[in-house]
């Protein structure tokens, strides 16, 4: 058994890049803990990481864990600085961004106007076929005319592709069979298809979800993939965890697939911690605040618990219907 263990969190925010490392004296029980801060550092966000490792002095070959978080992911969308997407989904369906739901706010404003959709009309693509809500498969996919969308997305310059067919929660075949010839069709473009992500009902929730998740997926890829290969080249040989939303951690490969789920990642961590301090001092009941560079978020934790939905929205406000992501994210 080693002497010591010897783990690190950090959490990349909108200004500073934050660091915690605890060492645990495997003979005595004894703790160590190190805190330190460094400047975030846009758009290359894990060189802020790897210079708070450097300035806490962190011996990063010894690590036996790291875990990080981010906002990342949040701030891409906030500050619309994610790829751009093209749609593809069932016939007929293709205004489901736009239409939306009733239920907005500020119900009877005359001069109300919708959200912007992420996905303009006009790369919003629709494909025959249609499956109902128990799976049966209706009418059989035709990918006849997925070649031209390629070639259109291409044009018009996509660098993500988000597939969304109705009742792809009951049965994904169509979704499947779609995202397997879009990639042999084009290999080298990010694409993400809706049963990836969640398999619950609600189209223009998953439409949604699919879209966002696809918007900032080839940066949220770029960042990941750079940040393990400079942990790397410190010499660091354990597993990179990434938290989540929902105040669970994941694994690097998995998270790059469907990065929405980090959506929340910063602040669930954050909340959790609450929770957990709440415990220590016997407050089971906790209003926590965290207040970023970009954004502030507020949670209350109820009986010792962190509250987990998935009916999450980003941008919701008085005047504004929001964008809803269907992920597990802390309330």
Same mark, same amino acid.
């Given at each position: 058994?080693?002497?010591?263990?010897?783990?690190?969190?950090?959490?990349?925010?909108?200004?500073?890049?934050?660091?915690?490392?605890?060492?645990? $004296?495997?003979?005595?029980?004894?703790?160590?803990?190190?805190?330190?801060?460094?400047?975030?550092?846009? &758009?290359?966000?894990?060189?802020?990481?790897?210079?708070?490792?450097?300035?806490?002095?962190?011996?990063?070959?010894?690590?036996?864990?790291?875990?990080?978080?981010?906002?990342?992911?949040?701030?891409?969308?906030?500050?619309?600085?994610?790829?751009?997407?093209?749609?593809?989904?069932?016939?007929?369906?293709?205004?489901?961004?736009?239409?939306?739901?009733?239920?907005?706010?500020?119900?009877?404003?005359?001069?109300?106007?919708?959200?912007?959709?992420?996905?303009?009309?006009?790369?919003?693509?629709?494909?025959?076929?249609?499956?109902?809500?128990?799976?049966?498969?209706?009418?059989?996919?035709?990918?006849?005319?997925?070649?031209?969308?390629?070639?259109?997305?291409?044009?018009?310059?996509?660098?993500?592709?988000?597939?969304?067919?109705?009742?792809?929660?009951?049965?994904?075949?169509?979704?499947?069979?779609?995202?397997?010839?879009?990639?042999?069709?084009?290999?080298?473009?990010?694409?993400?298809?809706?049963?990836?992500?969640?398999?619950?009902?609600?189209?223009?929730?998953?439409?949604?979800?699919?879209?966002?998740?696809?918007?900032?997926?080839?940066?949220?890829?770029?960042?990941?993939?750079?940040?393990?290969?400079?942990?790397?080249?410190?010499?660091?040989?354990?597993?990179?965890?990434?938290?989540?939303?929902?105040?669970?951690?994941?694994?690097?490969?998995?998270?790059?697939?469907?990065?929405?789920?980090?959506?929340?990642?910063?602040?669930?961590?954050?909340?959790?911690?609450?929770?957990?301090?709440?415990?220590?001092?016997?407050?089971?009941?906790?209003?926590?605040? $965290?207040?970023?560079?970009?954004?502030?978020?507020?949670?209350?934790?109820?009986?010792?618990?962190?509250?987990?939905?998935?009916?999450?929205?980003?941008?919701?406000?008085?005047?504004?219907?929001?964008? &809803?992501?269907?992920?597990?994210?802390?309330?």
């Amino acid at each position: 058994m080693p002497d010591k263990i010897t783990r690190v969190a950090t959490d990349v925010g909108g200004t500073f890049t934050d660091l915690v490392y605890f060492e645990t $004296d495997t003979r005595t029980g004894a703790q160590t803990v190190r805190t330190d801060k460094s400047d975030t550092t846009p &758009p290359d966000f894990e060189k802020g990481v790897l210079a708070v490792l450097d300035k806490a002095g962190v011996d990063v070959e010894s690590l036996d864990f790291l875990a990080h978080g981010t906002t990342v992911v949040i701030n891409s969308l906030t500050e619309r600085k994610g790829a751009k997407v093209g749609l593809i989904t069932t016939r007929g369906f293709r205004d489901v961004l736009e239409i939306g739901r009733g239920n907005r706010p500020d119900f009877f404003n005359l001069k109300y106007q919708k959200p912007e959709p992420f996905v303009e009309r006009y790369l919003r693509r629709e494909l025959p076929g249609r499956v109902d809500f128990h799976g049966v498969e209706q009418v059989p996919l035709d990918l006849g005319g997925l070649g031209q969308i390629v070639a259109d997305f291409r044009a018009e310059g996509v660098t993500a592709v988000a597939i969304c067919f109705i009742h792809a929660y009951a049965n994904p075949a169509h979704e499947e069979a779609t995202l397997a010839e879009l990639r042999r069709l084009w290999p080298d473009v990010t694409a993400v298809a809706s049963h990836q992500i969640t398999r619950e009902w609600r189209e223009y929730e998953r439409t949604s979800t699919t879209i966002l998740s696809a918007y900032v997926q080839p940066s949220a890829q770029r960042y990941l993939e750079r940040l393990e290969s400079g942990l790397r080249g410190k010499g660091y040989q354990g597993g990179l965890y990434v938290m989540q939303s929902n105040c669970g951690v994941d694994t690097v490969e998995s998270i790059k697939q469907t990065p929405i789920t980090m959506v929340e990642s910063g602040p669930a961590s954050g909340f959790w911690g609450a929770a957990e301090l709440g415990r220590i001092i016997g407050e089971p009941d906790v209003l926590a605040l $965290d207040i970023g560079g970009t954004t502030a978020k507020c949670s209350l934790i109820t009986g010792g618990h962190v509250n987990i939905k998935t009916d999450y929205w980003i941008e919701r406000h008085g005047k504004s219907a929001g964008y &809803p992501i269907m992920v597990p994210v802390v309330d």
